[in-house]
């Protein structure tokens, strides 16, 4: 079975441009979680789905950031304008039914 | 908000030797996992515990769910150079939120 594919793996952009991160959860799971990771503050949950809705967003930092899940198999996070303080690991995690998530191999973002 | 705390921060060792680290939290829960993330990847799940004095194993690594709910312990018998990476504490709460500890750096030196 494919796991959580997340695309791109390296992005790197320039302060003010549009950054689109994607993902792909486990087929039947009906949970998908984004997180970012960096040095300073760990792995922080952003907002999470289940069956496409979120639930809770309380985790993304500002206005700046948009999750959305037209469908079961597909994930975006969206930062529109990025800034320098945005450059981390972007992970997207699904998960079945349970306390067990199963994470993609993240999306390095630099935002010079 | 809830923090999950991890000790040590970081560790070397040497091959062979026996890793302890553990994790505390200020609130009481019913769920503790452990997950380990190599570098440049994602964490993947080594072990959940869902009792408060539960012990389980899984080859070399063995956690335990401690007697207060507060805190869970990890350890990894003679550690081999693929077991570096970071090893974070992870629970869920009641309403589903997934929150992961600060993690511990392993370094094992052969």
């Known amino acids: 079975d494919a796991g959580v594919i997340q695309s791109p793996r390296h992005e790197v952009t320039e302060m003010g441009q549009e950054v689109t991160l994607r993902c792909k959860p486990i087929s039947g799971h009906d949970y998908l979680f984004w997180y970012r990771q960096t040095m300073m503050r760990g792995l922080e949950l952003l907002i999470y789905f289940n069956n496409n809705v979120p639930i809770d967003d309380s985790g993304m930092p500002e206005d700046r950031f948009s999750a959305k899940m037209p469908n079961a198999s597909f994930s975006t996070l969206k930062i529109q304008p990025s800034e320098p303080r945005d450059s981390a690991v972007y992970f997207c995690?699904?998960?079945?039914?349970?306390?067990?998530?199963?994470f993609g191999s993240g999306t390095q973002l630099s935002v010079l | 908000g809830q923090q999950l705390n991890q000790s040590p921060q970081s560790m070397f060792i040497q091959e062979g030797e026996d890793v302890s680290m553990n994790c505390t939290s200020s609130s009481i829960f019913n769920t503790w996992l452990w997950y380990k993330q190599d570098p440049g990847e994602g964490p993947v799940l080594l072990i959940a515990l869902y009792k408060a004095g539960e012990l389980t194993s899984n080859g070399r690594l063995t956690a335990q769910f401690g007697i207060t709910r507060k805190d869970s312990f990890l350890n990894i018998s003679a550690s081999i150079p693929s077991d570096v990476g970071i090893y974070f504490c992870a629970r869920t709460s009641g309403t589903y939120k997934y929150i992961f500890g600060t993690g511990t750096r392993l370094k094992v030196l052969a």
């Open positions: 995690a699904s998960s079945l039914d349970s306390e067990k998530l199963f």
